[in-house]
């Protein structure tokens, strides 16, 4: 079994950074692709960044590409989320997920083999 934990998120002011970390304890993740989720206040989970098992490939949300980058560190059975340029609406509780599909399904199945319980992460304007 998969234990993934988030790192602890905070307050950010708008146009700053923000590293988020997901470190897994369990079974190893070189096999698993990787993803990240958010929610914001009242509205549905939604897909932010995903990365394949070898790091080789990664997919974002429109919304966060070009400001966000997702990396791994199999070795450290971690993933990083690197959030830059943050924006009020980035607000919202992240989530980490293992799956051992093909990475780029991540952005269009909500369903994961494993989540992280989540950490919020509140830009102020």
């Known amino acids: 079994q998969v234990q993934l934990v988030e790192s602890e998120g905070g307050l950010v002011q708008a146009g700053g950074s923000l590293r988020l970390s997901c470190a897994a304890s369990g079974r190893t993740l070189s096999y698993y692709a990787m993803g990240w989720f958010r929610q914001a206040p009242g509205k549905a989970r939604e897909f932010v960044a995903a990365i394949s098992w070898s790091s080789g490939g990664t997919i974002y949300a429109d919304s966060v590409k070009g400001r966000f980058t997702i990396s791994r560190d199999n070795a450290q059975n971690t993933v990083y989320l690197q959030m830059n340029t943050l924006k009020p609406e980035d607000t919202a509780v992240y989530y980490c997920?293992?799956?051992?599909?093909?990475?780029?399904?991540?952005?269009?199945?909500?369903?994961?083999?494993?989540w992280g319980k989540g950490t919020l992460v509140t830009v102020s304007s």
């Open positions: 997920a293992a799956d051992r599909r093909f990475y780029r399904d991540l952005a269009r199945i909500d369903i994961m083999d494993h």
